[in-house]
T-cell receptor
Framework: AQSVTQLGSHVSVSEGALVLLRCNYSSSVPPYLFWYVQYPNQGLQLLLKYTTGATLVKGINGFEAEFKKSETSFHLTKPSAHMSDAAEYFCAGILTGGGNKLTFGTGTQLKVEL | EAGVTQFPSHSVIEKGQTVTLRCDPISGHDNLYWYRRVMGKEIKFLLHFVKESKQDESGMPNNRFLAERTGGTYSTLKVQPAELEDSGVYFC??????????????FGPGTRLLVL
C-alpha cells in the first residue's frame, strides 16, 4: 500500500545541533514528496518539495532534503537548529497516479533546547 | 495576497448536532482540498474539488459528510449528524490548477472540531 512513514514522533535537539527528521515512503509510481511545518496555532507551511530533477532540494529557513530512490527516503535536515525551529513537521507525498491527494506521515514534533 | 482562510477556528458541539465548516481558498485557485487529522493520527485526505466539481471524494468517511463548492469559490463541509469520532482538526488547502500533478497545496489554519 502507498504510505509515508515518519520515524520518531518526537525529536529533541540542542540549539546549534544538526536536525535530522526521517521520512520513508512506499509508492507504486515515481512520487512527489513534500515537507510541511506547522507552528502553533497556524496552518501547514511548505518547507520544500521534490518533483523531478535534482535530488537535493533546498527549502526555506535553511532546511534541505535529499530524495534517495534506492532507500525510498526523503529525510529533512538542517545543519544548525534554532529555537524558532520548534514545531511539528510533516512529510507528505503524492504516491498514486492520476490525482493530487497528499498522503501524510504521522508528524514529528521537534523540540529545540538551549 | 490573502492565504487560505477557514471558519470557524474552533467548534464545540454535541453528538447529533450539525456543524458546517467553511473554507475560502486563495483567489484564483481552481483546486480545493479537505483533509482531517484525528487526534494522534496522521492527516488524511477527504476530498478534492476542481472548480465546482468533485474530482476525488474517496476519503470521505461516510454519508454524514457533505461537501459543496458552489460557484467554484468557497467550500463548505457539513457534518450531520456529528458523532464523537468526527472530532479532530479539519484542514482546507488550495492549489492553482496550472499543472496536472505535483502542485504545491497551500493550507489554511484548520478548524478544530470537538464533538461531546
Amino acid at each position: 500500500a502507498q504510505s509515508v512513514t515518519q520515524l520518531g514522533s518526537h525529536v529533541s535537539v540542542s540549539e546549534g545541533a544538526l536536525v535530522l527528521l526521517r521520512c520513508n515512503y512506499s509508492s507504486s509510481v515515481p512520487p512527489y514528496l513534500f515537507w510541511y511545518v506547522q507552528y502553533p496555532n497556524q496552518g501547514l507551511q511548505l518547507l520544500l518539495k521534490y518533483t523531478t530533477g535534482a535530488t537535493l532540494v533546498k527549502g526555506i529557513n535553511g532546511f534541505e532534503a535529499e530524495f534517495k530512490k534506492s532507500e525510498t527516503s526523503f529525510h529533512l535536515t538542517k545543519p544548525s537548529a534554532h529555537m524558532s525551529d520548534a514545531a511539528e513537521y510533516f512529510c507528505a507525498g503524492i504516491l498514486t497516479g492520476g490525482g493530487n491527494k497528499l498522503t501524510f506521515g504521522t508528524g514529528t514534533q521537534l523540540k529545540v533546547e538551549l | 495576497e490573502a492565504g487560505v482562510t477557514q471558519f470557524p477556528s474552533h467548534s464545540v458541539i454535541e453528538k447529533g448536532q450539525t456543524v458546517t465548516l467553511r473554507c475560502d481558498p486563495i483567489s484564483g485557485h481552481d483546486n480545493l482540498y479537505w483533509y482531517r487529522r484525528v487526534m494522534g493520527k496522521e492527516i488524511k485526505f477527504l476530498l478534492h474539488f476542481v472548480k465546482e466539481s468533485k474530482q476525488d471524494e474517496s476519503g470521505m468517511p461516510n454519508n454524514r459528510f457533505l461537501a459543496e463548492r458552489t460557484g467554484g469559490t468557497y467550500s463548505t463541509l457539513k457534518v450531520q449528524p456529528a458523532e464523537l469520532e468526527d472530532s479532530g482538526v479539519y484542514f482546507c488547502a488550495s492549489s492553482q490548477g496550472l499543472t496536472s500533478v505535483g502542485e504545491t497545496q497551500y493550507f489554511g489554519p484548520g478548524t478544530r472540531l470537538l464533538v461531546l
